[in-house]
Nanobody, 119 residues
Framework: VQFVESGGGLVEPGGSLRLSCAASGFTFHTHTITWYRQAPGKERERVATVRPSGDSHYVDSVKGRFTISRDNTKNTTTLQMDSLKSEDTAVYYC??????????????WGQGTQVTVSS
């Protein structure tokens, strides 16, 4: 199992970034996938989730600004982030839904991708 996140960077408030995650080693198309983030000194939190069908769910703080999508033919998921705020600064990870509380999946975090929102 492997997750490889990319697309992070430094952006000014109000800007946009598009994160990508390439997954391998499991049946991607049958799993609900979640983007998580962890800011310095804070717990990792769930940001956005996409079901195999494409149905999505967002934490309130990113609703209307972030869009999650997936391509089951390429085993990838993306997170389009618009109207970025300083509080979005964090390392972003992808994994299956519920990974933090699952003994197996929490062993398979990727390296994450750093998003920094600053002027």
């Amino acid at each position: 199992v492997q997750f490889v996140e990319s697309g992070g960077g430094l952006v000014e408030p109000g800007g946009s970034l598009r994160l990508s995650c390439a997954a391998s080693g499991f049946t991607f198309h049958t799993h609900t996938i979640t983007w998580y983030r962890q800011a310095p000194g804070k717990e990792r939190e769930r940001v956005a989730t996409v079901r195999p069908s494409g149905d999505s769910h967002y934490v309130d703080s990113v609703k209307g600004r972030f869009t999650i999508s997936r391509d089951n033919t390429k085993n990838t998921t993306t997170l389009q982030m618009d109207s970025l705020k300083s509080e979005d600064t964090a390392v972003y990870y992808c994994n299956v839904a519920g990974a933090p509380n699952n003994e197996y999946w929490r062993k398979h975090w990727g390296q994450g991708t750093q998003v920094t929102v600053s002027s």
